[in-house]
């Protein structure tokens, strides 16, 4: 088995809508640290190339996967012989402070969340799509024998689940170490948690952690660092950091690339086998919430959180609440927008099966809960990469429909569908 890897800026030279927040108006003033497609192409002599794209983003829609999709088709021959049959695997890093304005807001359940989102801009995602497609193509036609050293261990001082600090969530971390015969050496590392470290007031693009960690090895020890998210979609930085600042981004980088240094045992032994298959599954949707009754939610979660800050309540008491009034915030608004909703009942989605010599890593499209990813993980020698191909956005767990939590009411899909499609996966493996 052959690897090729390549990497390009992404970067706009100029001020863009910046997605992960509901911040009116947030506009980029500036570049703290670049934005980055990095592809992997791996190929052989029998199997149809398998190409993975890692790209420094909040997630990526129906609008850019197609447009990366006929991009391959423009590849010269001699890199990608078949584009068509290649395997395509699409990972966004889930930065909050990346480029907006890239994802389709024209109609549907995404027009009103303009301000999380950013206005359309088809200059941007031909900018994006562009360079991807140029670092695929670079990728391709640099494929050498390659090794590979495979290492699992746990992290701590990163990611916790968010709604509650002591709720049980996925600390493990995963490195895959390719050492090509030409030496250069490429890691792609894997853990779960919200690249939040910096909030809704920085108005500067960054990768935040991981932009941080490949800042560092990148040209010191790698070739090329990537980082693919995991099941963070209860998982974040909430309880651990200390402020929102880019200086903390770099303590955390401390503790990620303290943990891989840790994980750098055994010997590299040949890349074998590498295959990815899709499998379709039908999920129940959430109906549309009743204007009323959302309106009445939201007065009881305001008044809930107003309460609580004049009695001088704990700071995670204030910070779930104001959590529940987000929630509610989004219940209502999509109560209002219920006529663009999708109509039918159920929603297909698509789950890949990647097989990495020994390894095996769902590659799912939603935001997952942790929780729900560790019911297969106690059971099955199996790893999670998320946010994948077309973000369906959250997957939450049943407790947090119970609790009324914001991810749930966020989610499009219905009450019970987390632990039903971990059921479904189950049966693949």
Same mark, same amino acid.
């Given at each position: 088995?052959?690897?090729?890897?390549?990497?390009?800026?992404?970067?706009?030279?100029?001020?863009?809508?910046?997605?992960?927040?509901?911040?009116?108006?947030?506009?980029?003033?500036?570049?703290?640290?670049?934005?980055?497609?990095?592809?992997?192409?791996?190929?052989?002599?029998?199997?149809?190339? /398998?190409?993975?794209?890692?790209?420094?983003?909040?997630?990526?829609?129906?609008?850019?996967?197609?447009?990366?999709?006929?991009?391959?088709?423009?590849?010269?021959?001699?890199?990608?012989?078949?584009?068509?049959?290649?395997?395509?695997?699409?990972?966004?890093?889930?930065?909050?402070?990346?480029?907006?304005?890239?994802?389709?807001?024209?109609?549907?359940?995404?027009?009103?969340?303009?301000?999380?989102?950013?206005?359309?801009?088809?200059?941007?995602?031909?900018?994006?799509?562009?360079?991807?497609?140029?670092?695929?193509?670079?990728?391709?036609?640099?494929?050498?024998?390659?090794?590979?050293?495979?290492?699992?261990?746990?992290?701590?001082?990163?990611?916790?689940?968010?709604?509650?600090?002591?709720?049980?969530?996925?600390? &493990?971390?995963?490195?895959?170490?390719?050492?090509?015969?030409?030496?250069?050496?490429?890691?792609?590392?894997?853990?779960?948690?919200?690249?939040?470290?910096?909030?809704?007031? $920085?108005?500067?693009?960054?990768?935040?952690?991981?932009?941080?960690?490949?800042?560092?090895?990148?040209?010191?020890?790698?070739?090329?660092?990537?980082?693919? $998210?995991?099941?963070?979609?209860?998982?974040?930085?909430?309880?651990?950091?200390?402020?929102?600042?880019?200086?903390?981004?770099?303590?955390?980088?401390?503790?990620?690339?303290?943990?891989?240094?840790?994980?750098?045992?055994?010997?590299?032994?040949?890349?074998?086998?590498?295959? /990815?298959?899709?499998?379709?599954?039908?999920?129940?949707?959430?109906?549309?919430?009743?204007?009323?009754?959302?309106?009445?939610?939201?007065?009881?979660?305001?008044?809930?959180?107003?309460? /609580?800050?004049?009695?001088?309540?704990?700071?995670?008491?204030?910070?779930?609440?104001? &959590?529940?009034?987000?929630?509610?915030?989004?219940?209502?608004?999509?109560?209002?927008?219920?006529?663009?909703?999708?109509?039918?009942?159920?929603?297909?989605?698509?789950?890949?099966?990647?097989?990495?010599?020994? &390894?095996?890593?769902?590659?799912?499209?939603?935001?997952?809960?942790?929780?729900?990813?560790?019911?297969?993980?106690?059971?099955?020698?199996?790893?999670?990469?998320?946010?994948?191909?077309?973000?369906?956005?959250?997957?939450?767990?049943?407790?947090?429909?119970?609790?009324?939590?914001?991810?749930?009411?966020?989610?499009?899909?219905?009450?019970?569908?987390?632990?039903?499609?971990?059921?479904?996966?189950?049966?693949?493996?």
């Amino acid at each position: 088995m052959k690897l090729g890897f390549a990497r390009r800026d992404i970067t706009p030279g100029f001020p863009v809508p910046m997605a992960g927040y509901s911040v009116k108006d947030r506009i980029s003033r500036g570049v703290h640290d670049r934005l980055y497609a990095r592809a992997f192409v791996f190929n052989d002599a029998i199997s149809e190339p /398998l190409i993975l794209l890692q790209l420094d983003l909040l997630e990526v829609d129906k609008v850019c996967m197609e447009k990366i999709r006929q991009g391959l088709t423009t590849i010269p021959k001699e890199g990608l012989a078949n584009p068509a049959n290649a395997s395509l695997l699409v990972c966004a890093t889930h930065t909050h402070s990346g480029v907006g304005g890239i994802y389709d807001t024209e109609e549907g359940l995404k027009r009103e969340f303009l301000s999380l989102l950013g206005e359309n801009n088809p200059a941007l995602v031909e900018l994006i799509v562009g360079q991807s497609i140029e670092a695929i193509a670079e990728a391709a036609g640099n494929c050498l024998e390659t090794t590979v050293r495979i290492n699992r261990g746990k992290i701590d001082g990163v990611g916790l689940n968010r709604r509650r600090a002591d709720i049980h969530c996925d600390n &493990s971390i995963l490195t895959f170490e390719f050492m090509r015969s030409d030496q250069k050496k490429i890691l792609l590392y894997k853990l779960s948690c919200h690249p939040t470290v910096l909030n809704g007031k $920085n108005l500067l693009l960054s990768a935040d952690f991981p932009g941080a960690v490949a800042g560092k090895l990148e040209g010191c020890g790698y070739d090329m660092v990537a980082f693919i $998210n995991g099941p963070a979609g209860d998982m974040s930085t909430r309880y651990t950091r200390r402020e929102s600042s880019f200086s903390e981004c770099e303590r955390y980088a401390a503790i990620i690339i303290g943990a891989i240094k840790d994980l750098n045992k055994g010997s590299f032994e040949p890349l074998e086998k590498i295959e /990815l298959h899709y499998y379709s599954h039908s999920l129940r949707l959430a109906k549309s919430p009743d204007p009323k009754a959302a309106m009445e939610n939201l007065q009881k979660a305001e008044q809930n959180l107003v309460e /609580l800050k004049n009695n001088n309540a704990s700071p995670s008491e204030i910070r779930k609440a104001e &959590s529940l009034v987000e929630g509610a915030q989004v219940n209502l608004i999509k109560s209002k927008y219920a006529g663009n909703s999708e109509t039918a009942e159920e929603k297909t989605v698509q789950t890949g099966i990647l097989k990495l010599n020994d &390894s095996t890593i769902v590659c799912s499209p939603f935001e997952l809960f942790s929780s729900l990813a560790l019911i297969l993980k106690k059971t099955k020698q199996i790893e999670f990469f998320c946010y994948a191909n077309e973000h369906e956005g959250y997957l939450a767990d049943t407790d947090a429909w119970d609790n009324l939590d914001y991810e749930a009411l966020f989610s499009n899909f219905a009450y019970g569908e987390g632990e039903h499609y971990i059921e479904l996966v189950s049966a693949l493996l």
